[in-house]
């Protein structure tokens, strides 16, 4: 049962009965059980012809019945039978309530006898023997009945109990009635006419019984329990004057009683006497009461703690650190150790038989140190008788009283089996995890939900951040700080939008920056709650760096296919190009003009001079047309000595005077090969759209044929396009 008197972890002072009183106790239920037992013995074998020891103890002509004997032997043996059993954690209940049942016949029948008389049938069954013994006195009757009252309630009722107190504290007054009868040579009862005078030996058994039946289970001690209840106790302590002077004022009342004539002087003894430890033990009654509607709340907290520690698959147990006594163990011991409670009930140590043999040692050396702080707490297997194992978390603390003295100790054990093995298989399978993740060269990570803590980094993330993965792991706010500047604001708002899939540049310790592309996702658990984040981190700098390198070459490509070599100009399709984007693209009255230039006496350049000269004055001719017109305007080499300028949005006459600025600039010295001379002139032919042409292929052959003119009239000039040149027969070179 659990100890009534733990409520919600904490006890009050004193509630743990000293160890002495708790022995003494139990050597005075034996000896109680025992004096009974023999008296009673005794009383039968005199009854059957056997030594006349009862005749010899009696006096006063007070004999004991042998069929009082029977009784004291039924009561004392089933005391004695039920107190072996309960040790050995097995039920004796049916043994005892039969024998508590036949006391309580035998009380019945006597007193029937002795109040209404029962005929001779009834005399013979009760009066038997060789010298034809009298049946039980009235107050022997009265004690067999209580005895038997008592006997069968300590039988049927797991516990203590009020009625089973009040019943024994009555044998034991009427032991202590008969008692002073004796002394004081005061036969109240008898003088009443009520039976035959109470023997000395049977006052002695009447006494033993009571007390062993109080005493038999430690927790009727009435006196024990006077000094466990704090109020209760203190209450009679503090009406004990009270008490005392009411039994004195009894007492002169019977004195009284007594020289008036009205009681003998022995019985007058008797009465003061009597009353005096009547008022004594009716104390003990109201008290015991008191005690008992506090139970019926204890009990009823009980039966609420009982209910959850039942329900729970935990087992939950409570002993008594001074005496090593099992209070309470639940459902779950049996659940889980496999074996019954009453086992463990008889041997509160035989939970560590059930302990595998190699984590025994272990457990038991733990389990010393639990009145350490913390208590106590180890993981240990269980076989259990079945073969199977089971694997237990315990738990153990002690509950101390008021004064910091440990009174018990409290220990929960869960069976872990299913936690444990779900949690070695989830060790497994991150230990594939990890074997697959530290291979792989992207980096692998994975974090809270709330990313505060990294709860694991694969090698390959050491490669790519350029720091250790133990410092990764310890320090999460690497991964922002370690961002390039330009790109932390964007990687930020990603963050804070859904799933991670950027691309962004990280800075390494040794100052190198690496390309990373990150995929983050969530991972949740069965429920669909969000249970880890995680993510691949790719170094991409050198898909980046080669994706540059390719940009390069194609704009490279594309130059080259455009543009002239040796001068860095646009070459013919460029230029055939761009006239057709300003004339498609022009705006309302805007023109366009056209320029081809031709380099007068060039091949003499390169005849005279050598190839490299005349290169050399091509790239000279470049830069002194680049100079000579803006920006947004093209020019192009067409070929050979032949050069394009096309210029965007000019007037009529901006057009021609720069078309002669150009060929001016153009015929003025050159230095070549460390030689500086009027090397060439250039003949400069325009055109301007709307005016003289809307369409490239017309713009630039009205241009061709301007220049050719412009040559053919002694170069170093500029010619626009005029219509009556069309009808020149002479032929002109295709620009496209």
Not at 242 to 258: A, D, E, M, Q
Not at 659 to 684: C, H, K, M
């Amino acid at each position: 049962m659990i100890d009534s008197r733990i409520d919600g972890g904490a006890l009050e002072p004193g509630v743990e009965p000293a160890v002495r009183q708790r022995r003494v106790a139990e050597v005075l239920a034996w000896g109680g059980a025992g004096v009974a037992l023999g008296i009673g013995l005794l009383a039968v074998m005199e009854g059957v012809g056997g030594p006349h020891w009862i005749a010899w103890l009696s006096a006063h002509d007070a004999a004991m019945s042998p069929a009082a004997g029977v009784g004291f032997v039924l009561a004392g043996g089933g005391l004695l039978a039920w107190r072996v059993w309960h040790r050995r954690g097995q039920a004796a209940g049916a043994l005892v309530a039969f024998a508590a049942l036949a006391v309580l016949a035998l009380g019945l029948a006597a007193l029937v006898h002795d109040v209404v008389g029962g005929g001779a049938v009834l005399r013979e069954i009760l009066a038997w023997g060789p010298r034809g013994s009298a049946a039980p006195s009235f107050l022997g009757a009265v004690a067999l009945v209580l005895s038997g009252v008592a006997l069968f309630l300590l039988a049927v009722r797991d516990g203590p109990s009020r009625a089973r107190d009040v019943s024994a504290g009555l044998v034991f007054w009427i032991g202590l009635l008969g008692i002073t009868e004796q002394i004081f040579h005061g036969w109240i009862f008898h003088e009443l006419g009520l039976g035959s005078k109470l023997s000395l030996p049977s006052s002695i058994a009447c006494v033993a019984i009571g007390l062993a039946i109080v005493l038999v289970d430690g927790e009727g001690l009435l006196a024990g329990r006077l000094q466990d209840v704090g109020p209760g106790g203190q209450l009679l302590r503090n009406g004990f004057p009270l008490i005392l002077i009411g039994s004195l004022s009894i007492s002169v009342v019977t004195r009284l009683l007594n020289q008036g004539g009205v009681v003998s002087e022995g019985a007058a003894n008797v009465i003061g006497v009597d009353v005096m430890s009547a008022v004594l033990l009716a104390a003990c009654w109201g008290l015991a009461g008191a005690l008992d509607r506090v139970d019926d709340r204890l009990r009823s907290s009980e039966a609420t703690l009982r209910t959850v520690t039942e329900t729970v698959e935990d087992a939950f147990w409570v002993t008594s650190v001074n005496t090593g006594r099992l209070l309470y163990v639940s459902l779950g011991y049996e659940r889980i150790w496999g074996r019954p409670s009453s086992q463990l009930q008889a041997d509160p140590a035989s939970w560590l038989q059930g302990i595998h043999p190699e984590d025994r040692g272990r457990v038991v050396a733990r389990l010393a140190t639990v009145a350490h702080p913390g208590g106590f707490s180890e993981s240990w297997r269980v076989v259990r008788p079945d073969g199977q194992t089971r694997w237990v978390r315990g738990r153990a603390w002690v509950v101390r009283d008021g004064d910091g003295t440990a009174v018990r100790l409290v220990g929960v054990g869960q069976d872990v089996t299913e936690l444990r093995q779900a949690r070695l298989e989830q060790e497994q399978s991150e230990l594939r995890f990890h074997e697959v993740a530290d291979r792989l060269d992207e980096g692998v990570w994975v974090t809270t939900p709330d990313a505060k803590r990294v709860l694991y980094t694969n090698p390959a993330c050491e490669e790519i951040w350029g720091r250790a993965v133990e410092e990764l792991r310890e320090h999460p706010y690497l991964f922002m700080e370690t961002l390039h500047p330009d790109d932390r604001d964007r990687v930020l708002k990603a963050l804070g939008s859904g799933p991670l899939d950027e691309t962004f540049r990280v800075l390494r310790p040794d100052g190198t920056v690496r390309w990373v592309h990150d995929r983050g996702f969530a991972i949740r658990d069965a429920s669909g709650e969000l249970h880890r984040m995680a993510g691949l981190a790719s170094d991409i700098t050198d898909q980046i760096q080669a994706t540059k390198a390719l940009e390069r070459s194609r704009e490279q490509y594309r130059h080259q296919a455009l543009h002239d070599p040796l001068t860095g100009l646009a070459n013919r399709p460029l230029f055939a190009d761009r006239v057709e984007q300003a004339l498609a693209y022009r705006d309302g009255g805007e023109l366009a003009t056209v320029m081809l230039i031709d380099l007068d006496r060039f091949k003499s350049v390169n005849d005279t001079l050598g190839h490299g000269a005349g290169d050399e004055l091509l790239r000279q001719v470049a830069r002194r047309l680049r100079d000579c017109v803006r920006a947004e305007d093209t020019v192009a080499r067409l070929g050979g000595d032949e050069f394009g300028v096309l210029v965007a949005r000019p007037r009529a006459d901006v057009a021609e005077e720069l078309g002669q600025r150009i060929a001016a600039r153009l015929s003025e010295p050159y230095t070549l090969a460390d030689q500086t001379g009027r090397y060439v002139s250039a003949s400069v032919g325009l055109a301007v759209s709307s005016a003289d042409g809307d369409n490239p292929d017309s713009l630039i052959r009205h241009a061709d044929l301007a220049m050719y003119h412009a040559k053919a009239h002694g170069g170093e000039q500029s010619v626009r396009f005029r219509p009556e040149m069309e009808n020149d027969p002479r032929p002109w070179p295709a620009l496209r």
